[in-house]
Each structure stands twice: as C-alpha cells, then as structure tokens.
C-alpha cells in the first residue's frame, strides 16, 4: 500500500499513478474511446468521471468580460466599468516577444504538439517522481485556455469557480477532450491569442493588455524583451510574482523566463543576458474602474446609468440576466448627460455649498419634450469616506437614492393648481384665505370615504397680514398656504392625484401618493429627477416624457460590433396646451415678483417654485424654462439637519428659504447650461390682475419673509406662524424665530421620514 508523506499530500508512487492515469486518459481520449464513470483504473471518486462519450460534445468559447465605456452625448469619456479589466486585442496587436515569452516558459512545444503533449505528461510524470511531489505541471497552453473558459463562464460565483478549478480527474477528462476540439478548431495562432487575452496577470488586469497598461502603461504591442518576459512569468502565480508588492521574487522569475527563452531559441544567450541586467522598469497605472472614477462629478450619473441597465427589462428579463450583461461588459454606452449642463451643475453646487457643510444639495436638469437627463450632480461626492456618500439624492431609492425622497414643500402646489385648471377652475378663481380658519371638511377623495377634520385643527398663513381674499396667481406667487387648503378642499383629493399620477410622481420609495390633505402643502417625499420631470411638462405644454438616461449601446462581439436595444422616453399628454400655458404664467409670477425672484433668469423666460419643509430640514427651487427643467434640493439626507443659524457655502444663514439657497444654485447651473443656447418664450395666457393688485410688480412678500426667498418663519407648510421681527407688509430680510404651535395637525398629515429611513412626524411641507 502507498505511503503518505508526512505532510499530509500524496507519495511519489501516488503522484506517479496519478500522472500515468492522466496520459493513459489522454492516449485514449486521442484515440477516441469512451471511459466509464469508474473504469478498472479506479483513479476517481464516484460520479467525478463521466463517461467521455457524455461529455457535450462542444465547448463554446465565452465572451470575455471587457471593460465597459461610458461616453456624454459629445462622445467624450464619463468612466469605465468593468467586472474585469480586460481589452480583448488581436494576435497582431501583441509585441512578437510577448507571444515568444509565454509559449517558452509555459509550454515549450506548443507548436510542435497537439491538444495534449504526452512527451510533457512524461516528463512531469518523472520530474515529479524524483521531487516526491508536484514539482511541474503537463497542460498545454490549450488546456490552461479551456480551464480559463470553464472560469470566465463560472464569473464571480464562488462556487462555480471552485467547479472549475477543482483538482479531480473528471475535470481534467473535460479540459482534455475539449481541448482536442479547440485544436482542430482554432489552430495555434488563434489558442495563443485567445489565452492571452483571457489569462489573469495579478493587480486586476486580464489580458496582456491591460496587463501592459497597468505594469508599463503601455499598449501590449510596444512591450519589449524584458517587459515581456516579465508578464510571461507572473501568470504561474499573480500573487508570489507581483512585481508592485515584491520586486526581488519577479526580477528572479523574469530572468527564469528570460533564460528558458535563450534555451529554446528564442533569443540569443547574449540577449537574454542583457535583459536580465536591466531593471523591471514599471511605470504602474492604477486601475480606473468604476462610476468613483467618473469625471466632471458625473459619479452620480453613471451609477443611475448602470442602475437603469440592472432594472430596465430592455436589457434581460431578470436581473440576473442583465448582470451578466452588464459584467460581461465590452459595452459602449452612449449617454445623454450634457457636458456644458453638467459642468455648470457642479460648479455652481460648488459656489454655493461646501461638501463639508452639515447640509447636503443635489441637482438634476432634464430636457422637456424628450426625458433627456442632461445634468446630475451632488455637493458632496461620490464615496465612502468623510463629507462623501455613495447614496445618489436625486433619484428614487431602486435606483440607488434615499429612502423616501424628501419633502417638497410648497413645490408640490403647482400640481394642486394644475389639477384646478385641468377640471375647469379659471385662474381667478377667489377664496377668502384667511391668516387662519379650520382645515376644511369633508374633503373629497377617489374612494368613497372623504377627509374629515373631526378634531377642528386650524391652519394659518405665515403670518397675520397674509390674509385674502386672494386669486390665484397672487396666492401663487406668495405661496398662501389656506388658499391651496380651500382650492384642494373645493376640487377634492381625487384630481391631484389623478395629475399627479399623470405626471409620474411617485414617493421616493416608489409608492403611490397617499390620498391626505398634507399633499396640498409637500409633506411628501420625492426626489429631484422627479420634480424636473414633472415640471418638464409645463415646459412642453402639457406633454410628460419619461427620463432617460441612455442615447445608444454598441457591443463588442470578437471582432464585431453590436448594436443594442436602449430604453426610449415614452411621452404622453398630462393635461392641455391651455392648462400647461396658464401654470407657466403663474409660475413665471412667482421668479418675477413672488418668492422666487433670486432664482430668476436675466437673459431668458423663466419659471418655478420655491419650497421649504417643517423646521427648515429641507429647501427646494424647481424651475424651468421651455427647453430645459431643473431641481435643486438642499438638506439633511438624514433629515436632522434644522437649516437655522447654519454656515453653507461659507456664508451664514440664518433662515434657509427655498428661494434663498436653493434659488441660486438653480439660476446659476441653468444659465451655464444655457448658455449659448436658444431662447424660447413661454405662450403665456391673460390672467386678469387682482384689483389692486399691481398686477406682475405684486406687493412683495409681506411681513417674516425674504422678498426674494421664502417665509423667515414657522413650520409645517407654513401653517404655523412665523411673525418675525422685521417684518413689514412690503417684507424684507428679515430674521425672527418661530412662535411655538398653536394646533394639532390632522391625523395622517404628517407623511415626511426621519434620519433617513423611517416615516415619521414633524416633516410636513411649509410655505414658500
């Protein structure tokens, strides 16, 4: 009986047997004959040997996994991505030595041998019989490639990759009879090809070139003799070799790799001499993978991109499929992020909030008419390090964002108004708006059970000189909170949500929009590609276009060119021409002469909304001109962030509006992005002044906020009081504090999240 050695491995007779069944295997797979699961050799346990006759009959070469590139709508490059860096490059495209180096150290006879090399079985059967171990291995080049194709095609499955590199005699049967198939096949040019564009060379390169670029920055066609021989040697062992992590064991192993090529007459003694006096020579690229490589602050972009492809079904019917088209990678994705839209966005999120600001502020721009995302940028990067964040807060959680969105505000009353009209309401029409009144009830919603205000809570503006009657387009522009709550009251909930339905406005989390009063005033949570969005479609008259975010995708196949199918922007109609053209001009009111007259656009039409949330946690500005819509949102993702006595940007706050912070990031990200751009107007419709009103000039904000900006006080859409020193019926910027509340809030009103993850109370929607 064999001995064990004391290590615990087989004994030199057990080694030997091994590597006599292996070349009696490979003799009869030659000759052709069929093996039983568990022949007389007796060299496997059971059910490791299938039958060779069992095996399918073809080994399909898989495609290999390269980097994937992704462009803007100039072409220019954002990032690439891959699962494995690897270039795919033709036999032609790889230095002469390259191709000398790996064949001499790693199969000498590779020319001169078929698929299996029985002279090289025997010599390592008797190397290893004098060693008493395994000193060298048999494989030709040919079986190291099918072993390489069963790992590739085994991906990131831990398991899977185990099945294919396990060490028993049935694998080994597999990788033989397909690598006779690969010979007949391919031939030795196009096996040696293939292997170095597959095979692993340490520090995450696949492929000889990505292994040039990483080690030399170079293309694997520039290598020279000793650069080569030093990638030839590292593919034994990635790890013991790496000439980054040990200089000293990859400088020896090159010069081995050197030396076996003087031996086989590859190249002169005296050249193989010479190499081996010169240094490694690196000059290490680091890798560049991922959206955190993305340039121009497109991180964010790139990783909705690749959320899009992981969750559209365009692109495979189940996620699993889509990710392996996606790691598989060789893609070429064309994108519609516009390089002068996203240049502008950052800069100006730059000017106004500093990325270690206890706040945080993200912007989208999108292109009304077609859904195209142009712009999408953050203030605090992309990563996983101090003052940085992987969460993406201008898009809906399945794709990589917050929780639940984040309040609106008073952003959120232009769809009330919208909804208005669409059902026949003229914009003048006129509630009395009192400073305060009992929340209306019954209030009307889709199912048959109305609101009702059982506990007679009260709702005010911001403070007592705010009282009506009030019109429409003032009640607008000065964002009056109990004219909204009589206009949602008179329509009822049902054609708000119907709008917003109509509009894709969905929670962050992606759910419907509950049937509650609070809607009226923003307590909701939603995330900027969505109020862009829905705003785009005042901008288009009426026409909602679905945001997309991918132009076009070429694949490479070998040495083909693919095009792929790509997620289009489906537009439908949200409500008329005529409903749209009269938000424009409520909307263009409210950066003319209401709270939004920092945001305003000086060389252009423009139009918007200002909005600020229960304890100033949250600010917004959306607005829009009629070829390009834009949110901004400023806050705490967490949502514990009270925007009172507060540094951003450099400069003290100490009362954050929507139309003071949010405002100008609004104005100038957009003015960079249009610039040089055409300048439509609106078609706007007659809406008859307000008596007395001074028509488009207004009265200005009245007493406790920001002419330009929001209400300097109280708290839940702006239903609590906020009276502030200062104030005048002319307004001015003021500061104050909030009075304490004064009345309980219906039930189910309060519909915001807390610390990020959770519904929770005190995160309504406040004026302005």
Known sequence: MAKKRSSGGLSATQQAAKFLGVSVLAGAVMAGI?????????????????????????????????????LDSQGRQIATVYSRDRTVVDLKNISPYMQKAIVAIEDSRFYKHGAIDLKGVLRALNKNAQSGGVAQGASTLTQQLVKNYFIEEAGDDPTKVAEATQQTLGRK????????????????????????????????????????????SKHAKDL?????????GIVQSPSRYDPVNDEAEATKRRNTVLQRMAEVGNVSQAEADRAKQEPLGLHVSQPKNGCITATK???????????????????????????KLWNRGGLTIRTTLDPQAQDSVQASLKDHVYKSDKVAAAATLVEPGTGKVLAMGQSKPFGYGDNETEYNFSVNRDMGGSNYGFPTGSTFKPFVAAAAIEGGKPATQEYSAPYKMNYPSPVQRCSSNPYVNTKSETVENENESEKGPYRMKEA??????????????????????????????????????????????????????????AYATFASRGMYCTPVAIESIVQKV??????????????????????????????RGVVDSG????????????????????????????????????AVWVGSAKQNVKMTGIRIGGVYRDLVFGGQVPGPIWRDAMAGALAGKDAPDFQLVDIPDDQGDGGDQGKGDQGGRDKNGDNTGGTLGGLIGGLTAGGTSQGGDTGGTAPTPTFSLPGGFLQGQTNGGTHGNGNGGRRG
């Open 34 to 70: 069929a093996l039983p699961a568990a022949g007389a050799l007796g060299l496997a346990a059971k059910g490791s040997v299938k039958g060779f006759d069992e095996i399918p009959a073809n080994l399909k070469s898989p495609q290999l996994s390269q980097r994937t590139t992704i």
């Open 173 to 216: 049967v597999k990788e033989l009879k397909y690598a006779i198939q690969i010979e007949e096949k391919l031939g030795k040019k196009k096996i040696l090809e293939n292997y170095l564009n597959i095979t692993f060379f340490g520090e995450q390169a696949y492929g000889v070139e990505a292994a040039a670029q990483r080690y030399f």
């Open 224 to 232: 020279n003799l000793q650069e080569s021989a030093l990638l030839a």
């Open 297 to 323: 602050g497109s991180a964010f972009f790139c990783k909705y991109v690749e959320n899009v492809f992981l969750t559209d079904p365009t692109f495979g019917k189940t996620r699993e499929e889509r990710a």
């Open 476 to 533: 607008m522009a000065k964002s009056i909170n109990t004219y909204f709550v009589q206009l949602i009251s008179d329509i009822g909930l049902c054609p708000v949500v119907k709008m917003t339905d109509a509009l894709h406005v969905v929670q962050g989390d992606g759910s419907k929009l509950p049937e509650t009063p609070s809607i009226a005033l923003g307590s909701i949570g939603l995330s900027p590609l969505t109020m862009a969005s």
């Open 558 to 587: 070998g040495n083909e060119q693919k095009s792929l199918e790509v997620p289009k922007s489906t537009c439908s109609r949200a409500m008329s021409e005529k409903t749209a053209d009269t938000v424009n001009t409520l909307l």
């Open 595 to 630: 709270t939004g007259q920092e945001a305003g656009l000086s060389d252009r039409e423009s139009a918007g909304k200002t909005g600020t949330t229960d304890e100033r946690k949250n600010a917004w500005f959306v607005g829009y001109t009629p070829n390009m819509s834009g």
